[in-house]
């Protein structure tokens, strides 16, 4: 890839950022964050710097501080719309932004998934993505009644008791995205004919049953909803470790990893890229992002300082999966620009402060890139798929 | 309070809801002014039409296969429809007090992510959601999910009754004041528990804490369609709304004072539920010319293949041979159900239905075609606009009716000229608004804060205070 091909940003949107102490700093009361206005007011900013994507976090309990199970902290923000809804909402307040909402597999059904998503997709005029995931907790399990989880915690993760569940969830997570795609395929795109001589609304033909069986549910299909845009909407899925990889690598578009550094992105590609070949993966390849937790200021002493009035506030330094970066813009650039080197394709921002941040990114990243020839000016026509260089697939069911 | 202007009495007023056109035959597609079925901005228009109505609320079915004739997809009426709860997400950022009520199983969904989806459109709306609850249970639409059609048709009821109950806890979780946002303390929330909750019944055992804060509404405005009579106790214990099948008066007359003897036996005031009709309607300039309207419509409704397989489905057989401008076929001695599959049947005895349509076609003459426009074509008012704001003033001032949920015939304009010309008519008789004097869905339809429910098979009720100000 050459060095002056444009970047990808994307910006994760959640609460009031990732710092678990943002909400004390930002000027909005903490009754907007449930609050339409206040989401389309993030989007919007985030189409204002003409970025890529955003995407907007979800799950099946309230949020912890702790990784694998709850907590009842109440200084921190808790409490969240359903992600799809969410990026509904928002859809007809913006025009070009890609809309990337986090929908769980291991619970919900694989149809209404897609019916959703593709619903998204018909709404935004084909800018519909889908962060795919996978619900690991008895938490969440027991939300549903269905099915018994076992507690995993930092120690047990690597058990083989852990890892095997991991196995058997992540892969009923690559069933439900075959269903979720498949139905996506099963009306083509000229299935509705309104043939007056004959009285046919639909030629029958041209829908499909998916017919998919697999050991954890099975569905007939075709869907209730025509083909969106784009055809596939844009799959997409966070991974730490090899499972999760090669998850994105058989049903993903793109997925976003937790590089510590510029060196630790080449072996983490590498893995993608090795992932993909295990699981013999045919066409585009995985588009991979990084994640990085972003604060910016005007100098990277400024950026540190509010990092440590945050961690102030909570008590704790910031923990996170990715790694924490405090720059300004222009310090960002060259980090940004290592991370390249070791061919990570875009990257997914997420901002410390839903307010600071973002705003830094939209007023400061995004200028110093457009000043170095490395990002759009305006947007294009095209959908989210065209814009990170991805066709519109042929439809698995057409003749 | 309104007050009629001929005796001097307090007149109830009218409720009216748009119902987006179905799919089934009674949306004209053909018609060239018939726009897509499936597109958003169809969804919108009709939202927003409605909204100018000042209707009481938008009403979306739901889709969970499509439907099947003889064995193969039906092919003769519009098909396809966006996922419910995206779309009234999406109308909800161009619509601004107009309610947004969707059709969602009770079967093929689970509590907790149903009444998270229902409660994030009631905040995303300020206050707008409403989901009519229905109980499809059979192994046809139970292919497309985890399950399958796992749930005896006796069961249905249970599970809604638990399902709305679940629900109702899941929403009581957060109290009102739960969220403090307090910067300088900290406090983001004033309780640690807060969303914990337990649900224990026959259908479900579920435990955990809920992600969504309390929405404006409470809960989102309930509404039924069940014909049965479990459906309508069920109705009577538990909704707000019910949408009930009979239009024409008299039946009408009779559902109303029915549903509302259950709901006084369930202990509820019986203002506290509305009974809303679906209904059709045909406008003209003058009587003549809505009848001759009439006929053109009901005759695109039923084309000859859709008369055939209209027939088809009451006969419960395949009938190649049939010429739909000819004589009515002796009924059938046995009765096959899976001729159609996937779209609500209300006879109770097919045999008795068939019986029943043959005898009218012998007595009046009707050959299959005109049978099927006498039998299936919901043209519940036709006239001219004031005729026809009369005919629902009438019914609804007679307890035929609170007012109805209204479905034009061609997608997305069917309702312009309701709301052009009936609606004022309607405002003029003092009968309906001329302005939203609340902001969500339960203010328009008069309705109280919500109220928890608990279920004799919950092994988990707790005496939790019903959470007032719901609505502040």
């Known amino acids: 890839m050459s060095s002056l091909d444009p970047y990808s940003v994307a910006v994760a949107l959640d609460g009031a950022g990732w710092h678990p102490a943002a909400w004390r700093f930002n000027t909005v009361p903490a009754r907007s964050y449930f609050t339409a206005g206040h989401w389309v007011d993030q989007v919007r900013q985030a189409e204002r710097g003409l970025l890529d994507f955003v995407t907007f976090e979800d799950s099946l309990t309230l949020q ?35 809309l990337v909402p986090t929908a769980g597999v291991t619970h919900s059904e694989p149809f209404h998934l897609s019916t959703g998503l593709a619903t998204l997709d018909h709404i935004s005029g084909g800018r519909a993505g889908w962060k795919v995931r996978v619900s690991a907790t008895p938490a969440e399990a027991e939300n549903f009644g269905r099915r018994t989880v076992p507690q995993i915690d930092e120690r047990s993760l690597q058990s083989g008791a852990a890892q095997e569940l991991l196995a058997e969830l992540f892969g009923e997570a690559a069933d439900a995205v075959e269903v979720v795609r498949r139905l996506w395929d099963s009306w083509e795109d000229d299935a509705v004919i309104r043939d007056r001589s004959t009285g046919r609304y639909l030629d029958r033909g041209k829908l499909h049953p998916v017919d998919f069986q697999g050991s954890h549910f099975s569905v007939v299909g075709p869907s209730i909803t025509p083909r969106p845009p784009q055809g596939q909407p844009l799959v997409t899925a966070l991974a730490h470790s090899t499972i999760p990889y090669e998850l994105a690598a058989k049903g993903a578009d793109l997925v976003y990893v937790t590089p510590r550094d510029a060196d630790d992105a080449r072996a983490v590609v590498g893995a993608v890229r090795q992932a993909e070949d295990r699981v013999g993966r045919t066409g585009a390849r995985l588009r991979i992002f990084a994640d990085l937790v972003v604060f910016l200021e005007d100098t990277p002493e400024r950026a540190r300082s509010r990092k440590a009035r945050f961690d102030g506030a909570d008590g704790a330094e910031l923990v996170s999966d990715a790694a924490v970066l405090t720059d300004s813009p222009t310090g960002l650039v060259r980090t940004l620009a290592g991370f390249r080197e070791a061919g990570i394709d875009g990257f997914r921002l997420r901002p410390g402060a839903s307010e600071a941040d973002l705003r830094a990114i939209v007023t400061g990243l995004v200028p110093e890139l457009q000043s170095r020839g490395l990002f759009r000016r305006s947007y294009d026509t095209g959908t989210l798929r065209s814009r990170l260089g991805l066709s519109v697939p042929a439809n698995r069911y057409a003749a | 309070m309104t007050y009629s202007r001929r005796t ?32 958003f901005a169809s969804f919108v228009h009709l939202a927003e039409t409605a909204e100018r109505g000042k209707f009481d609320f938008f009403f979306l079915a739901e889709g969970l296969r499509l439907r099947e004739h003889l064995g193969r997809l039906h092919d003769l009426d519009v098909a396809g429809r966006p996922n419910t709860l995206t779309v009234l997400a999406a109308l909800a950022a161009v619509t601004e007090r107009i309610g947004l009520v969707g059709t969602l199983s009770s079967t093929f969904n689970e509590p907790y992510d149903l009444a998270r989806q229902l409660a994030t459109v009631d905040h995303l709306s300020d206050g707008r959601a409403g989901w009519n609850v229905v109980t499809s249970s059979d192994a046809f639409h139970g292919a497309n999910f985890r399950r399958g059609g796992y749930l005896d048709k006796a069961d249905r009821y249970t599970r809604a009754a638990e399902f709305v109950a679940a629900s109702r806890r899941l929403w009581d979780s957060w109290s009102a004041d739960a969220l403090v946002g307090d910067q300088p303390t900290g406090a983001f929330l004033s309780d640690p528990d807060i969303g914990r909750y337990t649900f224990g019944g026959e259908h479900f055992d579920i435990a955990g804490r809920f992600t969504v804060p309390r929405s404006p509404q409470g809960h989102p405005v309930l509404v039924q369609a069940g014909d049965s ?67 053109e419509v009901a005759l695109a409704q039923v084309g000859p293949e859709t008369a055939r397989a209209q027939l088809e489905q009451v006969w419960g057989a395949e009938l190649p041979d049939l010429d739909p401008d000819g004589p009515v076929p002796a009924p059938p001695t046995s009765h096959d159900t899976t001729i159609r599959l996937g779209q609500a049947r209300h006879a109770i005895d097919p045999l008795a239905q068939a019986r029943r349509w043959y005898d009218r076609a012998t007595t009046e003459g009707l050959t299959v075609r005109e049978l099927v426009i006498a039998e299936t074509t919901r043209h519940t008012f036709v006239g001219t606009a004031a005729e026809v704001a009369g005919q629902i003033d009438h019914a609804v001032q007679t307890e035929a009716a609170d007012g109805y949920i209204l479905s034009g015939h061609i997608t997305p304009t069917g309702l312009d000229e309701f709301v052009d010309t009936v609606v004022p008519e309607l405002q003029d008789r003092g009968v309906f608004r001329t302005e939203y004097e609340g902001t969500t869905l339960r203010d328009h339809l008069g309705l109280g804060a919500p109220t928890a429910t608990t279920l004799p098979t919950d092994r988990t009720a707790v005496s939790r205070p019903t959470v007032v100000g719901a609505t502040a």
């Open chain 1, 64 to 98: 912890s501080s702790n990784l694998f199970t709850a907590d009842s902290r109440t200084d921190q923000v808790r409490g969240r719309f359903d992600a799809v809804l969410l990026a509904a909402r928002v859809a007809p307040a913006t025009r070009h932004i890609g």
């Open chain 2, 8 to 39: 001097g009495f307090p007149k109830k007023q009218v409720h009216l809801a748009a119902g987006f056109p179905g799919v089934n035959h009674w949306t004209v597609w053909s018609d060239p002014r018939s726009g897509s079925q499936t597109d």
């Open chain 2, 229 to 295: 009579a479990e459906g309508r106790d069920f109705a009577a214990r538990t909704v707000d709304v019910v949408f009930s099948a009979h239009a024409e008066l008299e039946p009408a007359r009779s559902f109303y004072a029915d549903v509302t003897r259950r709901v006084v036996a369930a202990g509820r005031n019986p203002d506290s539920v509305l009974v809303l009709p679906g209904a059709g309607f045909v406008l003209g300039d003058s009587t003549s010319d809505a009848r001759d309207r009439a006929r």
